[in-house]
């Protein structure tokens, strides 16, 4: 079985900064790419940042500049660093994980649990 355990969360003030961290743990072969979800109550889930295992990154518009994704493959923990953060960011975050349990599986999707972010005055 894969988890993600994500870990960060909280309530900061408008332009305040938050760190968000997402460790993968269980049997697994090797895990591709990485992200960042949020979702509001009523609203879809939207990309926020993803990572490949060799790094290369994507943005959601809206963050483009103040957010930054990335990960260390050695502990199979991704991050996700937030600045400049605005009330329209508050959402509940969620951790993505493409995983290989083995080398001839194909890639499954993992999500954490979600963690809230909160940026109100």
């Known amino acids: 079985q894969v988890q993600l355990v994500e870990s960060g969360g909280g309530l900061v003030q408008p332009g305040g900064s938050l760190r968000l961290s997402c460790a993968a743990s269980?049997?697994?072969?090797?895990?591709?790419?990485m992200g960042w979800y949020r979702q509001d109550p009523g609203k879809q889930r939207e990309l926020v940042a993803s990572?490949?295992?060799?790094?290369?990154?994507k943005y959601a518009d809206s963050v483009k500049g103040r957010f930054t994704i990335s990960r260390d493959n050695a502990k199979n923990t991704v991050y996700l660093q937030m600045n400049s953060l605005k009330p329209e960011d508050t959402a509940a975050y969620y951790c993505?994980?493409?995983?290989?349990?083995?080398?001839?599986?194909?890639?499954?999707?993992?999500w954490g649990q979600g963690t809230q972010v909160t940026v109100s005055s």
């Open positions: 993505h994980a493409e995983v290989k349990k083995s080398w001839r599986s194909v890639a499954d999707d993992y």
């Open positions: 990572i490949t295992s060799g790094s290369s990154t």
């Open positions: 269980g049997n697994f072969f090797r895990i591709n790419a």
